[in-house]
């Protein structure tokens, strides 16, 4: 099972700041993506990166696949209590056929 | 309306029984999976299935059952619970297998205590 390792494991922080949240690997990945799960339910997803050096906008989320395809970072801009959440990494396992996930990076943001 | 939607959300019961838990989706899916999620919010393959059939069993012990009816239903059965049971169990599914950046959707999760 290839490991995905996120970094920071939690992070608080106050409205209006900004963050980034990694995502790296010794695996190579054909692709990569970004879930967010809020408490009490289930994982929803953000993005998908197939590139190496993409970079893709969502709002005030940006996501990146660094260019050996092994990583990927998440910045957020002037963050929100609503974007208060599990960000979790996921990429294909060995066998393709589902998702391994990261341990995710739990955000809180205060107003 | 609901795409994956599993019963019960919540589920309290002693050691040693048995507990079922169902799961449906609406969005025509063939793969559909069964995740657990620790007290750490680690979330971990268990079983992905297509097209009723098993493709991956991930080392779960066999008091572990998961049942397919039909490609629309995909229930977890467990045998003899123990306390390391206790997780949240999310059913999801997805319209091919998950790897190559296909989406997956998860329910909502059900939240099983065993005391």
């Known amino acids: 099972t290839q490991l995905l390792e996120q970094s920071p494991q939690f992070l608080s922080i106050q409205e209006g700041e900004n963050l980034t949240v990694y995502c790296n690997s010794s695996?190579?990945?054909?692709?990569l993506q970004w879930y967010r799960q809020e408490p009490g339910e289930g994982p929803v997803l953000l993005v998908t990166?197939?590139?190496?050096?993409e970079v893709k906008k969502l709002k005030r989320l940006t996501f990146q696949f660094g260019d050996a395809r092994k990583d990927s970072s998440l910045h957020i801009t002037a963050a929100q209590p609503g974007d208060t959440g599990l960000y979790l990494c996921?990429?294909?396992?060995?066998?393709?056929?589902?998702?391994?996930f990261g341990k995710g990076t739990s955000l809180l943001v205060t107003p | 309306d609901t795409a994956v939607s599993q019963t019960p959300k919540y589920l309290v019961t002693q050691m040693g029984n048995d507990k079922s838990i169902k799961c449906e989706q609406n969005l025509g899916h063939d793969t559909m999976y069964w995740y657990k999620q620790d007290s750490k919010k680690f979330l971990k393959i268990m079983f992905s299935?297509?097209?009723?059939?098993?493709?991956i069993n991930e080392t779960v012990p066999n008091r572990f059952s998961p049942k397919s009816p039909d490609k629309a239903h995909l229930n977890l059965h467990i045998n003899s619970l123990e306390l390391g049971d206790s997780a949240v169990y999310f059913c999801a599914s997805s319209q091919v297998s998950g790897g190559g950046g296909n989406t997956i959707y998860f329910g909502e999760g059900s939240w099983l205590t065993v005391v």
């Open positions: 996921a990429a294909p396992s060995n066998s393709g056929y589902a998702l391994n």
């Open positions: 299935y297509n097209n009723k059939e098993l493709i």
């Open positions: 695996s190579v990945f054909s692709s």
């Open positions: 990166v197939v590139t190496g050096g």
